[in-house]
């Protein structure tokens, strides 16, 4: 467990001169959301509002020869009951390949079928078991490779068939360098083909969305989850054939996001026409049940990844040939090869590089986005193999990280330049604190006893080991749409009280706590007299959405840019109050001082070398402050308001960040900064049971600058036991295209209980692009987790670990047959 | 998910509700019923709430010469919280300890562990290893007691009578000459909290200052269609010094208990793990 105050400590001598950005500020929304008062999704009740339920199929591979509805329209109560051929609909999704309702075949375990809106949940649910259905089973295709058989039924009907194969949903190509010439240089090439599982992101607040259509303004109301309310809007406007403009999005409180809200989902057009149809609001819940079965997943893939090194440890070339598993449709989660690529590509110095990946069709259930966007699946394989080279080279695993290492100023092969990189700090960092170098060579079947119940004094019973991990994402947004900017409204009010409006959103990172910190530090304006409003797509300004790890860095650099045009406003004023020529003023306790400079050579903000954004105020021994010397911040927006030339304290700001789109062959600066992490993990091995017990995580994470580290923590804590229960617990385990452990019972979702010790150290890289040198780092701490966690079980057994997760069981396979090397056993 | 519902306050108005129901299941702290019913719904269905009794015969604990009672509502909670049990049945407070979740415990009782028969019921393969005495009810006011090895009788079947209801049970005192026993409880599983034993073992054994072993409960979970005695194990270990137990017959102890196996593949595990596991835990006892 963590000892007390650990953020605090570790982090006080980090703000020099910065009054609340640094500090451990709780999230705004704390006391509302422990007491619980926050107001969810699910606890909104619009007058005369009906009950929506979805009818999914019986068959994850059927023809659907008939519906009969009748019964449930009877059902009193039952004020709608819509099938496909009741709506006029545009298909959803990423390649728009994804129907709302289905019609005439089913080709997954989640496909809707009908839906119902009653006055009741009981009612609605009443009437779906009234809805005939007849189907006629066909066997389905739940296996990537029998899907590219030539002779497999095509399963999606709704692409063009751009690709060689039918079943073949999107492709990506990339290389750089000269792969055979590397390749005739590498001393060892090893090849290894990874398996990697469905995992779910179980939020603890079921999908919601409520549904209020105006008959009268033909406008349409939607009180949703999602993560990117524009993107939302648009696509909601696409399959109801709407004007986006119409369409209004409220964001309630969100219980968890992790990715799965990036997409739509057709229970959300559904609950839209169910209101449209009958001209009531219509709310639909799912059950827990309905969450794990119809919210997306973490993509399986299968890697195949060729490496070489050539023999004074440098790493020459990869290879990388990627099969997914896309499911029935295609969501944003046939999309992750952008950032896989990525990692192949530019983590670690390389020379060559050739990436394939394909997104095969199944009647399986289809992906969407997750926390880390296929970098978990990629860091895992790429770890694992460096390892292996290591063996191969008989090199030291730290050493030959820390010879490959990315650097400062690097412009990698796929064109990312790395302004600021904080890669071999980490690593050195990791490896040193977990004291990796003497752990490794004491390791002789060292034993730990922990728990009377499981350990014993046999010193053969528990292997322990330990696992090195780094990992590259991006740190600054992610350029793959057309703007990936946000836009800012600022205002102060005559009371000196601050509103943000901001196009970013919160889904329970801490991005407006962060926000109102930053108007805090710059305007000098105590926090509690500051409101962020971030909710309403009417109201707030463009921005893409919270995906990428980007919000701090996108919607702070938009912030600080509306702070900077309303400070020349205020500034302006105070100067005349004050009648004083001065331009540098300082905010602090809701006033403005006037500074002045008593050096000539006016140099300024030597401190904030990071942001062209962040405090202007001179932190410096050259300027001068008359504490008496000062106008309240409130006096001065009256002024401003109430006398001639009555001008508003408000400014606007679209900030766009430096990165480019990248061009047809993947190649270009795709982000703002970049963000790098390194962690030592130590295991020990039951060999009794199988478990493999996680004891400590050192985690040393390239942040850029710390904003507020009790929220960093927050990010860096959930992060890895999600990394954790990835690598050894959690699956969504599947029999012909039906879910079998639709629970928490079964699907091993890791409690409090499970948390490792936790060891974190910040890297403070200040990136001149980021808000006071801030890198984005929502993702980053469960990306390296499990590729470490499973060298340290490699190193621990002296066995090869190649698919995930690491179950007890089949640890025990693979200790019982240990000639095999391999821990792989599928027990499904 | 629906029901009736009715709430006696006392053991006279549960045996009339008793008597009077046709249709009836018992609630107690409900942390099982209410999943079943929710997957399985059962029209007509009177829950007799189990919650509001408050007899202390019913909801407390008393110890006697011949050992410690507890009524069929005492907690998983109170069993952690009590020192006593902590002390002399040191396989039971681990076993509750290691129930569920902390909010779980605050209402699951003991009763209601050992009416669901579940073969991976934590606190009842405890009790069985403690070679506990089950207290029937019935509706005339008379009580039987059974042995806890014959209550249950299947896979969610107990020796109940439709007219009886779960009314203590007692575990017998250690041997008056004991001392320092040797008492666990080892769960297996992938989560350390919020989890179902995959394999679980119970052991309790007696031993006297010596450290010779003068009477053993050994049981196993998860592994058969009921929680069950390795009676033979634990014959196999009396007159034994614990500390004295070689490498062959801590193997031979294993296969004894692994004998007593039957487990089946599920969603959590194959029957080949559930085995080999079981043979492993049971050697760890004397590591």
Redesign the interface.
């Known amino acids: 467990m963590l000892p007390k105050n650990y953020l605090q400590k570790k982090f006080e001598k980090m703000k020099p001169k910065l009054k609340v950005i640094g500090t451990s500020v709780p999230k705004q929304d704390a006391g509302t959301r422990v007491t619980g008062k926050a107001i969810y999704g699910h606890d909104i009740k619009l007058p005369g509002m009906l009950h929506g339920a979805i009818l999914r199929t019986e068959h994850p591979s059927a023809i659907i020869e008939s519906i009969d509805t009748s019964a449930a329209r009877k059902l009193e109560g039952v004020y709608c009951v819509i099938t496909a051929d009741d709506v006029d609909v545009n298909n959803i999704g990423y390649k728009r390949d994804h129907p709302i309702l289905k019609k005439g075949e089913a080709n997954c375990t989640r496909d809707e079928i009908a839906a119902v809106a009653a006055q009741t949940k009981e009612i609605a649910k009443q009437a779906l078991k009234l809805i005939k259905v007849k189907y006629k089973v066909r066997k389905g295709i739940y296996d990537v490779q029998e899907a590219l058989k030539e002779q497999a039924p095509q399963i999606n009907k709704f692409i063009s068939g751009k690709f060689s194969n039918k079943n073949i949903a999107e492709t990506f190509h990339y290389e750089h360098g000269n792969l055979e010439e590397e390749k005739k240089k590498s001393a060892h090439i090893v090849t290894r083909l990874f398996t990697l599982p469905r995992m779910t992101h179980a939020c603890m607040a079921t999908s919601n969305v409520t549904a209020s259509y105006n008959t009268l303004d033909k406008k349409l109301l939607l009180y949703s989850s999602t993560q990117v309310p524009f993107l939302y809007q648009r696509d909601m406007a696409h399959a109801l054939k709407m004007n986006p403009s119409d369409i209004r999005v409220i964001q309630p409180i969100i219980g968890g996001g992790f990715g799965s809200k990036l997409d739509i989902h057709p229970f959300e057009p559904i609950c839209a026409l169910l209101s449209i149809k009958t001209g009531k609001p219509v709310q639909i819940l799912y059950s827990r049940e309905e969450e794990f079965i119809a919210s997306p997943i973490r993509q399986p893939m299968e890697i195949e990844l060729t490496a070489g090194v050539d023999k004074d440890g440098n790493f020459t070339f990869r290879e990388i040939n990627i099969v997914k598993d896309n499911g029935a449709y295609t969501s944003w989660g046939a999309t992750t090869p952008f950032v896989i690529m990525q990692s192949f590509s530019s983590l670690y110095k390389l020379k060559a590089c050739r990436f394939n990946a394909t997104a095969v069709y199944t009647n399986n259930v289809f992906a969407g986005s997750f926390r880390g966007y296929g970098n978990p699946q990629a860091t895992f394989a790429l770890e694992r193999v460096i390892d292996l080279l290591a063996d191969k080279l008989g090199m030291d695993k730290a050493e030959i990280r820390l010879k490959n290492a990315n650097e400062k100023g690097e412009v990698t092969g796929q064109g990312l330049h790395y302004d600021t990189c904080g890669h071999k700090d980490c690593l050195e960092t990791v490896i040193k604190k977990s004291k990796y170098h003497s752990f490794r060579n004491t390791n002789n079947g060292a034993l730990r006893n922990t728990n009377k119940n499981e350990s014993t004094n046999n010193g053969s019973r528990f292997k322990k080991g330990i696992g090195l991990a780094s990992m590259l994402h991006v740190g600054g947004g992610a350029k793959i749409y057309r703007s990936d900017g946000c836009g800012t409204t600022i205002k102060i009010d005559p009371y000196g009280y601050c509103t943000i409006i901001t196009g970013s959103n919160e889904i329970g990172q801490g991005s407006e706590t962060v926000l109102a910190m930053m108007a805090s530090e710059e305007l000098g304006i105590d926090l509690k007299k500051i409101k962020v409003i971030n909710t309403d797509t009417d109201v707030k300004p463009w921005d893409v959405g919270v995906h990428a790890s980007r919000t701090s860095f996108v919607a702070g650099n938009s912030l600080l840019g509306a702070i900077k045009i309303l400070k020349e406003k205020l500034n302006k004023k105070a100067g005349e109050l004050l009648k004083s020529d001065n331009t540098a003023y300082e905010y602090e306790n809701g006033n403005i001082y006037p500074l002045r400079n008593t050096n000539k050579n006016e140099s300024t903000n030597t401190e904030n070398k990071a942001s062209k954004l962040t405090k202007e105020i001179a932190n410096t021994d050259s300027y001068i402050r008359n504490d008496s010397d000062f106008v309240k911040l409130d006096k001065v927006v009256r002024e401003m308001h109430f006398t001639e030339p009555n001008e508003l304290a408000v400014a606007n700001f679209f900030y766009e960040p430096s990165s480019k789109f990248q061009d047809k062959d993947f190649k270009g600066n795709v982000s703002g900064s970049y963000a790098f992490a390194a962690q030592a993990i130590e295991v020990e091995v039951d060999t009794y049971t199988g478990n493999v017990k996680v004891t400590d995580i050192y985690v040393a994470q390239d942040v850029g600058k710390v904003l507020n580290p009790l929220l960093l923590g927050g990010q860096i804590e959930g992060g890895i036991l999600q990394g954790v229960g990835y690598a050894l617990t959690e699956e969504l385990l599947m029999h012909e295209g039906k879910i079998l452990n639709p629970n928490f019972h079964n699907y091993k979702m890791l409690t409090a209980a499970d948390i490792p010790n936790i060891h974190f150290f910040p890297i403070e890289t200040n990136d001149k692009e980021g808000p006071y040198g801030a890198k984005g780092v929502g993702e980053a701490p469960l990306i390296p987790t499990a590729a470490a966690i499973a060298n340290a079980v490699c190193n621990a057994l002296g066995l090869e670990v190649i698919d995930l997760p690491i179950t007890p069981e089949k640890v025990m396979k693979a200790l019982a047959s240990k000639n095999t090397e391999t821990i792989q056993t599928k027990n499904k | 998910m629906e029901f009736n519902i009715i709430n006696p306050v006392s053991v006279k108005e549960l045996l009339g509700a008793v008597k009077k129901e046709k249709h009836f299941r018992f609630g107690a702290g409900c942390t099982d019923l209410l999943m079943e019913l929710r997957k399985k719904p059962d029209e007509g269905l009177t829950v007799i709430n189990l919650a509001q009794v408050k007899d202390n015969s019913f909801t407390g604990i008393k110890k006697s010469a011949k050992g410690i009672r507890m009524g069929a509502m005492f907690t998983a909670h109170q069993i952690v919280m009590n020192e006593e049990l902590k002390k002399t049945f040191p396989v039971l407070h681990?076993s509750a300890h290691?129930l569920a979740?902390t909010q779980i415990r605050q209402v699951a009782t003991v009763g209601g562990n050992l009416c669901t028969a579940s073969p991976s019921g934590d606190i009842a393969c405890a009790l069985v290893a403690l070679r506990a005495d089950c207290e029937l009810l019935n509706t005339t006011q008379k009580t039987r007691m059974v042995n806890i090895s014959t209550f249950f009788t299947g896979v969610r079947q107990t020796a109940l009578k439709p007219n009886e209801v779960l009314y203590g049970i007692t575990i017998p005192a250690n041997h008056k000459n004991t001392k320092n026993n040797y008492s666990?409880?080892?769960?297996?599983g992938?989560?350390?909290?919020?989890e179902?034993s995959?394999v679980s073992l119970a052991y309790h054994i007696q031993v006297n200052v010596e450290g010779k072993i003068l009477k053993a409960g050994v049981a196993i979970g998860a592994s058969a269609p009921t929680v069950r005695l390795a009676e033979s194990a634990c014959k196999f270990l009396i007159g034994k010094t614990f500390k004295n137990i070689t490498q062959k017959e801590k193997e031979e102890f294993a296969d004894k208990v692994l004998s007593y196996a039957s487990p089946i593949t599920d969603?959590?595990?194959?029957a080949w793990?559930r085995k080999?596991?079981l043979y492993?835990?049971s050697?760890?006892i004397f590591?």
């Not at chain 2, 992938?190 to 919020?194: A, D, K």
């Not at chain 2, 969603?267 to 194959?270: K, L, P």
């Open positions: 681990d290691n979740s666990g409880f080892i769960k297996v992938t989560r350390r909290s919020m179902c995959v969603i959590r595990a194959t793990y080999e596991v492993n835990i050697k760890s590591e």
